[in-house]
């Protein structure tokens, strides 16, 4: 196992702001690969169904940036 990046680096999906963990090369929600790490703001969806997650359009419990650049 190596890590060539800071385990503080996280990515943030620019298609659904999801937050990827450490060890993610790619987003687990939509399978894409553009990610940014120029993200603010940190959402925590626990239930997918809640009118918050609605409005992040969060299909999947986890974390969401609030803002993608
Ligand atoms: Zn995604």
Redesign the pocket.
Known sequence: MSKDKPSSTKFA?R????ILGEDDTK?P????TDLTEEWSGLVVILDPSSSVAEMMGAKKPGRYAIKVR
């Open positions: 999906c298609k659904c702001k999801y987003c929600i939509c399978g894409g």
